[in-house]
């Protein structure tokens, strides 16, 4: 199976998830960085932070709006697989993972293409720490 990454940046594959935790099909995008499997698990994209979407009755961003229209387009209603992440979930019980979309054959980095799309940031330890990850 090819791995499709922008810049060339295929040597990274092992920093980004190598090893297979789970796949499925996406059922549902929550939020621009977690969606829902078809089994119910929910997934958090690893290592990644996005514009968060209002809470109750705030009106929405528009940068958090269109950064989960750019998750939807990536993975709503495909199939994926989920490599290992750092931290295996988060407190809410979601799996955390780095995600891949499996496309006539090849996979797709789907943190790599949001990054790339201009609307998350690698998450840092730090947000006056500029994010240095390469995958």
Do not use: N
């Not at 977690?34 to 009106?59: K, N, Q, Y």
């Amino acid at each position: 199976m090819r791995v499709l990454w922008r810049d060339g940046a295929r040597a990274a594959r092992a920093a980004c998830g190598s090893e297979e935790i789970a796949h499925g099909t996406v059922s549902r995008i929550i939020d621009a960085r977690t969606f829902a499997l078809e089994d119910g698990r929910e997934i958090r994209l690893a290592a990644i932070e996005v514009p968060p979407l209002p809470e109750g009755s705030a009106p929405a961003s528009p940068s958090g709006a269109a950064a989960k229209e750019a998750l939807a387009a990536l993975a709503q209603d495909d199939d994926v697989v989920l490599r290992r992440a750092d931290a295996g979930s988060d407190r809410y019980g979601r799996v955390v993972a780095y995600t891949y979309t499996e496309r006539d054959g090849d996979e797709l980095f789907v943190q790599g293409e949001l990054i790339a799309s201009g609307f998350p940031e690698w998450a840092t330890a730090s947000a006056a720490v500029p994010a240095r990850r390469t995958c």
